[in-house]
């Protein structure tokens, strides 16, 4: 065992992790899984924006980048046009100063795209985001239609504040779940239509508070009733009020808790250890991932092979120690690489291969620190590099934070790894104070009922409940509410998404017994989470 510098805690490297480090000759990891994880989140900001100015025509845009950050930042046809090449930026390699040090230097020459936003329809407002339509304030979204807030997602249509979903159509507030459809505040669900508030329900419809029911309609609280009787009841919880709609969400997010949970959701995987995998195989400690074989320590990554410590990968085959990347062969300690082969502690390169050290290219190869070089040149002085970044005690470590353009409290990190600004900076992260001058009080009191709410409130300024940040009601917004006889709610976008992420669970491995049959079992969820866990077998057994 080894002990982490970082965490100072003691973790594993297995022999099959020393046997993939050998492919990319690279020296094992000093940190622990979890605060490499750690350092890669802080280079990804999926969800602060910002006003600012392009550097390069000075018109206003949208950005993930601060306006008074140091570095340049290019709309995303400014950054892919032919009036600038990354080449124009190539600085000397000097043996005399650290590797990480230059590369900073590059990093603040060279223009970054202001949003990672491709292909996108009246859906400006959007970051990671792929072929959206009408879509507002989305992240990492791909293939989304007419609606808002959604957090990784995919193939959503008309729907709002769902997070960690696919193939959904006009869906509220919905988690980890797939196929839903007119589905209001409903987790870890599948195939279902017509369902609030409920868990773990598949091929369920028209369902009310229930938890583990398979195949079923007409159910509340897990008990049948007549098609007349439900319709009934549940009209008569009046939740298109926000008092009621909270209470019984409140109400039920106690019921589930209590819940028989199974070790995992996984699903149709073979020798894979993690959580939220689906098709995996030889997999070990992965998350949130699907189509993929013997990948490590790795989350968010898709279709793809022989990947460790990834956070954010589409398509990638022997990719290491990196975070955004996409189609890629044979690539370590990047960010935001795509479509690219044989590239090496890079940023926003697209369409190349063999590189190293270099940022803002596309369609190169053979360069380093952005400057070009021959075939036979390029090997010999990556050589010679590799060489200058072990004695310094670099090579085979990711970048440091201070290379991050963004300060812990903008990057994804705190959502996994939540940290007070004095032990961030003390970890060596940066911190951006809120402007609390910038909140204006609430003058609007929001009716409690949704039919008597009028258009008006879209000209208000509402305050959130939990952070006093200001947010506004969109006409289309409002128009969702309506038809789905919802409330408006009293909190911002940002606190109803880390309300969802509290729901999730954490990414650490932890050993259980099983409540049934006292087996050894391996899960994510804590005794807090779920104090009923049971074995695959057991949850089989016993679930509706």
């Known amino acids: 065992m080894s002990t982490c510098p970082q965490c100072q805690k003691p973790f594993e490297i297995r022999p099959q992790d020393i046997e993939f480090y050998a492919k990319f000759n690279v020296p094992s990891p000093t940190l622990c899984q979890y605060c490499r994880l750690q ?8 969800r602060t924006l910002y006003n600012r100015q392009s550097d390069f025509t000075g018109r206003n845009i949208i950005s993930i980048y601060t306006p008074n950050n140091r570095y340049k930042v290019y709309t995303t046809d400014e ?31 060279v223009p970054r795209i202001t949003l990672f936003n491709v292909n996108p329809y009246n859906s400006d407002y959007c970051q990671q985001a792929y072929n959206n339509k009408n879509c507002y304030l989305c992240t990492v979204v791909t293939q989304c239609e007419d609606s808002m807030y959604l957090a990784h997602t995919n193939k959503a249509d008309n729907s709002y504040d769902c997070s960690y979903t696919q193939n959904i159509q006009l869906c509220y507030d919905c988690l980890d779940s797939d196929k839903l459809y007119e589905c209001i505040s409903c987790q870890s669900c599948q195939n279902s239509n017509d369902l609030i508030f409920c868990y773990d329900c598949i ?12 195949n079923k309609e007409f159910y509340i609280f897990n008990k049948k009733y007549s098609k007349e009787e ?29 819940a028989i949970q199974r070790a995992d959701r996984n699903l149709n995987t073979e020798d894979s250890l993690g959580n939220y995998l689906i098709n995996a195989k030889n997999c070990y400690q992965c998350f949130d991932s699907f189509e993929i074989q013997d990948c490590s320590y790795c989350t968010w990554i898709f279709n793809s092979s022989d990947c460790h410590d990834i956070y954010g990968l589409g398509g990638g085959k022997f990719a290491y120690e ?23 502690y890079s ?40 060489e200058h970044m072990k004695n310094s005690d670099e090579f085979g470590k990711f970048f440091p934070t201070s290379l991050s353009p963004f300060a812990y409290n903008e990057s994804i990190a705190p959502f996994y790894f939540p ?40 000209n208000k300024i509402l305050a959130c409940i939990d952070c006093n940040k200001n947010y506004k009601i969109m006409l289309t917004e409002l128009s969702f509410y309506k038809k789905m006889d919802l409330p408006i709610p009293r909190k911002c976008t940002d606190c109803r998404y880390k309300n969802q992420m509290n729901l999730r669970n954490p990414i650490y491995i932890l050993d259980r017994k099983c409540e049934k049959c006292n087996t050894e079992i391996k899960t994510t969820y804590t005794e807090e989470l779920a104090p009923f866990i049971y074995c695959q077998k057991c949850y089989s057994e016993t679930v509706d």
């Not at 350092?39 to 999926?46: G, I, K, S």
């Open 347 to 386: 940023d926003c390169c697209f369409y190349s291969s063999n590189l190293f050290g270099c940022s803002g290219l596309k369609n190169k190869k053979y360069c380093i620190l952005n400057k070009q070089y021959t075939k036979e040149e390029y090997e010999i002085l990556v050589a010679k590099i590799i």
């Open 79 to 109: 950054w892919w046009g032919d009036k600038w090449d990354g080449l124009e930026y190539g600085q000397e390699y000097n043996f005399s100063k650290p590797f990480f040090e230059q590369f900073q230097e590059l990093l603040l020459k």
């Open 419 to 458: 940290l007070s600004k004095d032990t961030a900076i003390t970890k060596g992260y940066k911190w951006k104070d809120d402007n609390k001058k910038e909140y204006q009080k609430q003058n609007f009191e929001i009716p409690d009922s949704i039919e008597d709410v009028d258009n008006q409130i879209t």
């Open 230 to 258: 439900y319709q009934d009841k549940v009209e008569s919880l009046e939740l298109f009020k926000y008092s009621n709609f909270i209470k019984y969400k409140n109400y039920f997010h106690d019921i589930a808790k209590q």
């Open 203 to 214: 091929g369920c419809k028209n369902c009310f508070g229930c938890a583990g029911l398979r």
């Open 39 to 46: 350092n890669r989140l802080n280079f990804r900001n999926e």
């Open 322 to 344: 990196s975070v955004g990347v996409e189609n890629v062969n044979f690539c370590a300690f990047n960010t935001f690489v795509s479509d690219s082969n044989d590239v090496f």
